[in-house]
């Protein structure tokens, strides 16, 4: 079966600082992979998606970038932390079969930029 | 760009009464239309999705119907049971370019009271 993993957790960190968040897929091949923000009390708000290594599309401009080094991994980086980078990140992934594109996520990440 | 309107942000219910969720998109090319639920701490499951070419899709207590022309759809939760208290997201996407585009609703947060 398939399963999804992020961390950390949770993460605090201070403005300014550098931020890497990883999330691995285990039991498929070549999924389309998803970063996506939940604000508090907010719908998600996707940042990236990958259809394979390599491959990036950003959807919001922001100060965060994401990478995918490997077939199931894909990572979400920041150079600088800003106090609006606070939330909650979610990594999904899909496989788009015929009539439907279900997305399957992660347990999060819960950010706090202090 | 495209929207999803999700209403109402809040709903509580008592036991056993239904409880209806809508949502609004803005994109006539939008085709696939998946529900999730999250619960707390937790990343969102999909719980049931229908296409652009049904109208109505009904799973055990769970039900979503859809009007193209008014470019609405609705999830319907029948008997409801504590277990049923969590956020619910409505989305929209258009499975003819991927479907990696989806865009979410708010959420509504769901209460059912024992």
């Known amino acids: 079966s398939q399963t999804i993993h992020q961390w950390p957790a949770t993460l605090v960190q201070p403005v300014g600082s550098p931020l890497s968040l990883e999330c691995t897929v285990e039991g498929t091949s070549n999924p389309n992979l998803y970063w996506y923000r939940q604000a508090a009390g907010r719908g998600l708000q996707l940042l990236f998606y990958?259809?394979?290594?390599?491959?990036i599309s950003s959807e919001v401009p922001q100060n965060l970038s994401a990478s995918r080094p490997q077939d199931r991994q894909f990572i979400l980086s920041s150079k600088k932390l800003l106090l609006s980078d606070s939330g909650f990140y979610l990594c999904?992934?899909?496989?788009?079969?015929?009539?439907?594109?279900?997305?399957?996520f992660g347990p999060g990440t819960r950010l706090t930029v202090l | 760009g495209e929207n999803v309107e999700q209403h109402p942000s809040t709903l509580s219910v008592q036991e056993g009464d239904s409880a209806v969720i809508k949502c609004t998109y803005s994109?006539?090319?939008?085709?696939?239309f998946p529900w999730y639920k999250q619960e707390l701490g937790k990343g969102p499951q999909l719980i049931i999705d229908i296409r652009s070419n049904v109208g109505e899709k009904k799973d055990q207590r769970i039900a979503v119907t859809l009007n193209k022309t008014a470019k609405h759809f609705s999830l319907h939760i029948t008997e409801t049971q504590p277990e049923d208290s969590a956020v619910y997201f409505c989305a929209a996407t258009n499975l003819n370019t991927g479907g990696f585009k989806t865009i979410f609703g708010a959420g509504t947060r769901l209460f059912v009271k024992a």
């Open positions: 999904a992934w899909s496989v788009l079969t015929s009539g439907r594109n279900e997305q399957f």
């Open positions: 990958s259809v394979g290594i390599g491959q």
């Open positions: 994109d006539s090319a939008s085709n696939y």
